[in-house]
């Protein structure tokens, strides 16, 4: 089984590559803590394996909580909201981490989606 | 004491978003584990905190180099070389982090730089 994390950004929030590269970090990090607590072969096999991983974008904040919403519900999923000092209002979510899991199983919510 | 990552990212390279992104997401998961077996009462109060993070820029190889060298005597460091699948040559070495640690200690080494 080939295991990687995918980050879903949203690109409707203008924000900045080092903005981007911060919330995708920050999504990193909580999908594999969740992961981690839930099944912790699957994150450290991840972890060890080179961490495979996918940066993915979608365009509306509508298609984005549509996905994570579907997506949750059989894969662990991490959200990230931005604490707004910045470029963002305070709350706003700007992109969430699935897995890291089967890649087999997550493709089969993101194959439509292409790379950032 | 406030706990925060840095990520030090090549900016010499010609990578695209996603590609930041990814590599910022991958030094930010490796600092994270590498602190936990080695304190992880600072990896988890960094974490649990909210996981401050700011992504800095460096515009050439050898600074790069330079920096990691300095910081990685003092702090946990974590680089990042990528797999060289797609943009880069196999090993290039993109980014790395700094910590979770100390802000204040890692303010000593990167208060020049700018933000990515």
Chains 1, 2 share one sequence.
Do not use: N
């Not at 980050?7 to 590269?21: C, F, N, S």
Request: with cysteine.
């Amino acid at each position: 089984m080939e295991i990687k994390q995918a980050i879903i950004m949203r690109t409707d929030l203008d924000m900045g590559k080092g903005k981007i590269a911060g919330q995708a970090a920050h999504a990193a990090v909580l999908g594999y803590v969740k992961v981690m607590s839930r099944d912790s072969s699957i994150a450290e096999a991840w972890e060890q394996g080179g961490q495979k991983k996918i940066v993915l974008k979608i365009a509306t904040e509508k298609e984005f909580f549509e996905l994570f919403s579907q997506v949750k519900r059989e894969i662990p999923c991490a959200m990230v909201q931005d604490a707004g000092m910045t470029q963002l209002e305070p709350g706003t979510a700007t992109c969430f981490s699935i897995g890291p899991w089967d890649s087999a199983q997550i493709d089969k919510f993101t194959s439509k989606l292409k790379l950032l």
